[in-house]
């Protein structure tokens, strides 16, 4: 609520009231701030945690790790998941034009990626 003198009584006898009220329904004192939609960083750091790391192989989980650190965070790393298109991927393959098995290793990589959010949207619909 505040310390004292920072609002007025009667604002804080109103805030007390509705977090009273709040937990009275069986709800959190304070609304949780929302959560940020999550980016293509957070997405890479996810797969890597929940499935590279758990399913592949010691070189496999090096070589994404390297692919991701290198090529794909740092150009696709700011993008929100939900906003990403396809015309995002051909550009990042594009710019990797110069060294096309890498950009055809991370183009595959982000097609499991993306897959994998698909997968987890999925699970959590049936459940």
Known sequence: MGRHGDIAPD????EAA???ARI???LPPVEPEPEAPPTVADLAERYQREHVAMHCKPNTVKHYGLMLKKHI?????GLKVAEVERRDILKFQYQ???MPTVANRCVDILVKMFKQVHDFRLAA???
Do not use: E, T
């Not at 604002?11 to 109103?14: G, I």
């Open 96 to 98: 990797l034009s110069d």
């Open 24 to 26: 009275k329904a069986g």
């Open 11 to 14: 604002r804080a006898r109103k």
């Open 125 to 127: 619909a049936l459940s």
């Open 18 to 20: 509705r977090i009273i």
């Open 73 to 77: 965070v740092p150009r696709l790393g």
